[in-house]
């Protein structure tokens, strides 16, 4: 079974950092894009940012550009996202998903294949 599970959410205050992580098991991340999205209540799913598993390229939400940073580590089959001068309007449930390829649009969440269970950031 594919596996991917999502960790480091929290509460903090704006302005505050935090930093997701994402690992796999039962999968590799070789020659797949790594993609973590968010939904809010209410909202659609959304993607914010992604990686193909040689580091490169990456891809960001407009949203989240200059605060937010994706990274991977293959020895330990995890991708992070660190999230810095989070803002109110960053409150959601984040996912990681994957998928092997590259996506037409790295933004859909019909693109992936495979979800964790989320993690939520709240921040007051």
């Known amino acids: 079974d594919v596996q991917l599970v999502e960790s480091g959410g929290g509460s903090v205050q704006a302005g505050g950092s935090l930093r997701l992580s994402c690992t796999a098991s039962?999968?590799?991340?070789?020659?797949?894009?790594i993609t973590w999205f968010r939904q809010a209540p209410g909202k659609e799913r959304e993607g914010v940012a992604s990686?193909?598993?040689?580091?490169?390229?990456?891809y960001y939400a407009d949203s989240v550009k200059g605060r937010f940073t994706i990274s991977i580590d293959n020895a330990q089959n995890t991708v992070w996202l660190h999230m810095n001068s989070l803002k109110p309007v960053d409150t959601a449930m984040y996912y990681c998903t994957a998928r092997l390829g590259r996506p037409v649009r790295w933004y859909s969440p019909r693109e992936y294949a495979y979800w964790g269970q989320g993690t939520q950031v709240t921040v007051s």
């Open positions: 990686i193909y598993s040689g580091g490169s390229p990456t």
């Open positions: 039962g999968y590799a991340f070789t020659y797949n894009y």
